[in-house]
């Protein structure tokens, strides 16, 4: 089993900037990826962005590219997410996923709310 525990979200305008955070613990060295979805009122949660544990390639949603940035420290087991320029739009709960095969998110987190006013 793999936990993941995240923290970071809150309210922020328009513009502005928020990092998240995800500490993995337990079996560690079975996660082949990590990765960030959300979830906004009403709608069906989205991939957000991801990073393969071992070489670091990372991955992103079209909405996202250039304002998010997406990174691991292996040391820590953690992962972060940097959002910058944050829009009305991205306004969610945040999820922290771990993958220990490419099909499919194994393990999640508890989600961390992320409200962004106009």
């Known amino acids: 089993q793999v936990q993941l525990v995240e923290s970071g979200g809150g309210l922020v305008q328009a513009g502005g900037s928020l990092r998240l955070s995800c500490a993995a613990s337990?079996?560690?060295?079975?996660?082949?990826?990590m990765g960030w979805l959300r979830q906004a009122p009403g709608k069906e949660r989205e991939f957000v962005a991801g990073?393969?544990?071992?070489?670091?390639?990372?991955y992103y949603t079209d909405s996202v590219k250039g304002r998010f940035t997406i990174s691991r420290d292996n040391a820590e087991n953690t992962v972060y997410l940097q959002m910058n320029s944050l829009k009305p739009e991205d306004t969610a709960v945040y999820y922290c996923?771990?993958?220990?095969?490419?099909?499919?998110?194994?393990?999640w987190g508890q989600g961390t709310q992320v409200t962004v006013s106009s």
């Open positions: 337990g079996r560690t060295f079975s996660i082949y990826a």
């Open positions: 996923a771990a993958q220990e095969t490419p099909s499919t998110y194994d393990y």
């Open positions: 990073i393969s544990w071992s070489s670091g390639v990372t």
